[in-house]
């Protein structure tokens, strides 16, 4: 069973500070990853994607990706109470290109 | 920018009853896909769809399901005899899966309640 793995949270932060958010992926072979932000109710926002190894940073976000340890991780800089929501991410199955999500890191930032 | 429009926002159905949830994708994408969320659960893959047929589906993706791209725009999803555990959020998703744009867009969603 190809599994994403994240810590459900929450995870509290205050405004200004660092938030980093993890995730493991169980399938060696993936090469796509994905960061989405989901509020509330709403639907999924892609907001960073990540193909090879190292660091990609996009404004105040970071994603970073690991393929030997399996790891991929999302770091916010000066994180605001608007960041706080949930957290998912995903990979893509390059065979069938369906997104396998995580159940996602609930993000909470204290003004 | 370009987005995936899905309608209704809420429906509420009797169980048994056959719903069509509607999405309208991105133009110039050709991937198409259905996910579904239940209540404080995961996203979960349930069918994608490329050159006018179904690619992948789900175990989720039984019988009583089935998707139509009834002309150049619409993609829909039909659950034909809709039952309790049917109650979730409906995402539809588009994609050109060009280089650098693996990820998909997302519309608002269904919310879907059999009741």
């Known amino acids: 069973q190809k599994e994403v793995e994240q810590n459900s949270g929450p995870l509290s932060v205050p405004e200004g500070a660092i938030a980093s958010l993890n995730c493991t992926y169980s399938?060696?072979?993936?090469?796509?990853f994905f960061w989405y932000r989901q509020y509330s109710g709403k639907s999924p926002e892609l907001i960073m994607s990540i193909y090879s190894n190292g660091d990609k940073e996009d404004g105040r976000f970071t994603a970073q990706l690991n393929k030997a340890s399996q790891y991929v991780s999302l770091l916010i800089r000066d994180s605001q109470p608007s960041d706080s929501a949930t957290y998912l991410c995903?990979?893509?199955?390059?065979?069938?290109?369906?997104?396998?999500f995580g159940s996602g890191t609930r993000l909470l930032v204290r003004p | 920018e370009p987005e995936v429009t899905q309608t209704p926002s809420h429906q509420v159905t009797q169980m048994g009853q056959e719903v069509i949830l509607r999405c309208v994708p991105i133009?110039?994408?050709?991937?198409f896909y259905w996910y579904r969320q239940i209540l404080g659960q995961k996203v979960e893959f349930l069918v994608s769809f490329y050159n006018n047929e179904i690619s992948e589906k789900s175990e989720i993706f039984d019988d009583q399901f089935s998707v139509e791209r009834p002309d150049g725009s619409n993609f829909t999803l039909k659950i034909r005899s809709t039952k309790l555990e049917d109650s979730a959020m409906y995402f539809c998703?588009?994609?050109?899966?060009?280089?650098?744009?693996?990820?998909?867009?997302f519309g608002s969603g269904t919310r879907l309640t059999v009741v």
């Open positions: 998703a588009s994609s050109d899966l060009s280089r650098g744009s693996y990820g998909y867009t």
């Open positions: 133009s110039n994408h050709l991937y």
């Open positions: 399938d060696r072979g993936s090469q796509s």
């Open positions: 995903a990979w893509l199955m390059d065979s069938s290109y369906k997104l396998i």
